[in-house]
């Protein structure tokens, strides 16, 4: 395909349009054993085929787009199915970890032309490691051997993944689980049972992150099953975990602790909640009006204590207390100023009193401190900035309505002591002519948005910048951010606002949709946009090249056989093109529109094409073939059009063929023969017969029906 590309700087438009920037969704596996390589998937939203990949300790290298994988799973019903739903795309990234890595997490993220995502975790193991066999249907076991830490994903919806080991009548075997504690959303629940499913009593935990583990000592010499599910029966891409099994009891951390240490200021010690209920007491000697901080620390990945920090006097009254430094952070903080000279009591708890063990490890840090004062953390560690039009730099920014564009810095205030004063702040590191405003924390506000202005001919960059806050003589710095500017998007597709309310399923439906340019005159793609309002339900739609200076454009959908009847279908579209900068660099750039206008919208109905096999079961043997014998119903409207019959296999099912079998318009019935080879399945799911409309005089219409496979010496039971 020839892409006709268009110098960026020459545009004058009136107004701009809305940018997405990329997104990132997962990195499967999420981790990998130090001294091996491993190919990565990298779910990307807005990435375009293609963009830079970033990991600490790796470097930079580009990805590029490849055959995503994606389940659709049971089909959505009310109220799950009016829920918006993402389709992140996969990339390939390689990644080599040396032998002498550091053990623990590392951060990645991704760079396109319209911006950089946030940073995401990716944990370095010493165990080794195996990623899920994913396929659909039914769980299949997969058999591991132990010590391993296991890489998978509970993907499609209502899906669960099932690992098989041994061990030894007497072993104690233990089961972790890191998704939560790593930015995924699965609430991961695990099941113990015997291969032969006879349950296997265990002790359950839950991490402070959310994560479970299980211990158990085996009962017996015999093959165990662990089972991993969400609880709320959820699953998608980016519902991945790391399961670790390991043999033997958990090994208690080193510490260093001592009932009643006195703490000497400026020191750090090194603490944990052996055991439910236990509290851990620290003496401090504080001087009249002296400041203190005492800060608690513990593993973010696999700790479990959720830390209850409380001070005291000498004779246990309590001073103060404190559970989470600020929301989201469950570590506790305390920052106190002595009314007087003498013996201070610090006691550390699990905020759960049922909780404790060699797991719930703590870093005490006490350290004197100003009196009053203030730190600054960012939100994020990314912004990204859309660069101003010439039109926009021209106007009068007196008159100018909308704030700086980009998507915005929070920064969050926290002060300790008697502080209460305004906070200005000063971005550190700003690329040439790039402004920021909304620079001020007033003393009631706990947190501001900075907003940020890119002159027209600001180049397109990645620039790294701190933001510095200063007030009453206290300053303080905050950690880095990436601020990457970006090009504005000339070009949007309008549209009217309609609704069918009588869309058949298995057919198509358009929608005509104008253009406007805002003087761009390459030609522009279409397509679905990788996130929508509301799920596709297995929806599909070709993309479409309009040429350049078309103003105009007709986009066509295709619904499933197969769809929730009566649901309203929100469909948004995505518009991408390249351009030209005015250094000659080359940048994709992409607009999509959630405004109910441009959206594609319809209620389904029912199909006018049925199929209906014989049997919902057929039986088979290996190297054999059985007949399918099958009868179509068709709507009157489709009563003279010929239609086609086939076998649609799940990829993961082998040695199941059909040839498809056509039928003249007066024909209503047929039989679809199935050959089998010597090794067919696994018929873990049913495989499904479609039938087609195979003429161009109409809109194409579908149906589908399933069927299940099962040998013929077996039982009716699936695998």
């Given at each position: 395909m020839r892409v006709i590309s268009q110098t960026f700087a020459v545009l004058l438009i009136v107004?701009?349009?809305?940018?997405?920037?990329?997104?990132?969704?997962?990195?499967?596996?999420?981790?990998?054993?130090?001294?091996?390589?491993?190919?990565?998937?990298v779910g990307g939203f807005y990435f375009h085929g293609r963009a830079e990949f970033t990991m600490e300790g790796l470097?930079?290298?580009?990805?590029?787009?490849?055959?995503?994988?994606?389940?659709?799973?049971?089909?959505?019903?009310?109220?799950?199915?009016?829920?918006?739903?993402?389709?992140?795309?996969?990339?390939?990234?390689?990644?080599?970890?040396?032998k002498d890595a550091p053990l623990g997490t590392r951060t990645w993220w991704c760079r396109t032309s319209q911006g950089s995502t946030p940073s995401m975790k990716f944990i370095v193991g010493d165990l080794a490691e195996v990623i899920e066999h994913e396929i659909e249907g039914n769980p299949i076991p997969q058999t591991v051997t132990l010590p391993v830490t296991i890489n998978g994903r509970v993907f499609p919806r209502e899906d669960a993944d099932l690992w098989r080991f041994h061990a030894k009548?007497?072993?104690?075997?233990?089961?972790?689980?890191?998704?939560?504690?790593?930015?995924?959303?699965?609430?991961?629940?695990?099941?113990?049972?015997?291969?032969?499913?006879?349950?296997?009593?265990?002790?359950?935990?839950?991490?402070?992150?959310?994560?479970?583990?299980?211990?158990?000592?085996?009962?017996?010499?015999?093959?165990?099953q662990v089972a991993i599910n969400d609880a709320a029966y959820l699953g998608a891409p980016n519902h991945v975990y790391r399961l670790t099994l390991q043999r033997g009891p958990a090994q208690a951390q080193p510490l260093i602790e001592t009932t009643n240490q006195v703490l000497i200021l400026r020191g750090v010690v090194d603490g944990c909640i052996s055991k439910p209920g236990e509290v851990d007491e620290w003496l401090v000697d504080l001087a009249e009006t002296q400041s203190v901080l005492f800060d608690i620390a513990t593993d973010k990945e696999r700790g479990w204590l959720d830390s209850m920090l409380t001070l005291h006097t000498a004779d246990g009254a309590l001073l103060t207390k404190n559970d989470d430094r600020i929301e989201g952070q469950t570590d506790s903080r305390i920052h106190y100023t002595a009314a007087k000279a003498g013996r201070y009591l610090i006691k550390v708890a699990d905020r759960f009193a049922t909780r404790g063990g060699s797991d719930f490890g703590y870093r005490l840090h006490a350290a004197a401190h100003a009196a009053a004062g203030f730190e600054l953390t960012l939100g994020s560690d990314v912004v990204n900035v859309m660069r101003q039009t010439e039109a926009e730099a021209a106007a009068d920014p007196k008159t100018k309505s909308k704030p700086a564009r980009g998507t915005g810095l929070r920064v969050d205030v926290t002060p300790f002591g008697a502080f209460k004063s305004k906070i200005n702040l000063d971005v550190i590191g700003l690329p040439a002519g790039v402004t920021a405003e909304n620079t001020v924390i007033n003393p009631s506000q706990r947190f501001i948005e900075l907003a940020f202005t890119a002159p027209p001919a600001t180049?397109?960059?990645?620039?790294?910048?701190?933001?510095?806050?200063?007030?009453?003589?206290?300053?303080?710095?905050?950690?880095e951010a990436r601020l990457v500017i970006a090009p504005s998007v000339p070009f949007k597709h309008i549209g009217e606002y309609w609704v069918t309310n009588d869309q058949p399923a298995g057919t198509t439906m358009k929608k005509r949709y104008e253009l406007e340019r805002g003087g761009f005159t390459g030609p522009i793609t279409v397509s679905l946009a990788d996130r929508q309002g509301r799920g596709l339900q297995a929806l599909t739609a070709t993309p479409l090249l309009v040429p350049a200076d078309a103003t105009s454009f007709e986009y066509t959908v295709m619904y499933p056989p197969e769809v929730e009847l009566g649901h309203t279908s929100r469909i948004q579209l995505m518009l991408t093109a390249e351009i030209t900068d005015t250094d000659g660099s080359r940048h994709t750039i992409s607009h999509t529109s959630f405004e109910q206008e441009d959206q594609m919208i319809s209620v389904t109905t029912d199909g006018l094409l049925r199929i209906i096999p014989g049997e919902g079961t057929f039986t088979f043997t290996p190297a054999g073939h059985t007949a399918v014998p099958f009868v179509v119903k068709r709507h009157p409207a489709l009563a003279s059009r010929p239609l086609r019959v086939e076998l649609q296999v799940p990829r993961h099912i082998r040695d199941v063929t059909a040839k498809p079998v056509d039928l003249a318009p007066e024909k209503q019935s047929g039989e679809l023969r199935l050959d089998f080879g010597k090794t067919p399945g696994p018929f873990n799911m049913p495989v499904t017969i479609i039938a087609r409309t195979t003429d161009t005089i109409a809109a194409p219409h579908n149906a589908s029906a399933k069927i299940e496979l099962l040998p013929a010496l077996r039982t009716a039971s699936r695998p």
């Open positions: 107004g701009v349009c809305s940018a997405v920037p990329p997104a990132t969704d997962f990195i499967f596996p999420a981790g990998a054993q130090r001294g091996t390589s491993v190919d990565a998937r470097g930079a290298q580009q990805i590029k787009e490849i055959n995503t994988i994606w389940f659709d799973g049971p089909m959505l019903i009310e109220p799950a199915s009016q829920k918006s739903e993402d389709y992140p795309k996969d990339h390939l990234a390689r990644l080599s970890i040396a009548q007497g072993e104690t075997i233990r089961c972790e689980v890191a998704s939560q504690s790593i930015g995924y959303p699965l609430q991961a629940v695990l099941n113990l049972t015997t291969a032969s499913g006879k349950p296997v009593s265990a002790q359950k935990q839950s991490s402070r992150a959310g994560d479970p583990s299980l211990t158990f000592v085996a009962p017996a010499d015999d093959e165990y180049p397109l960059q990645l620039a790294r910048v701190t933001v510095r806050g200063t007030a009453d003589g206290v300053t303080h710095t905050t950690s």
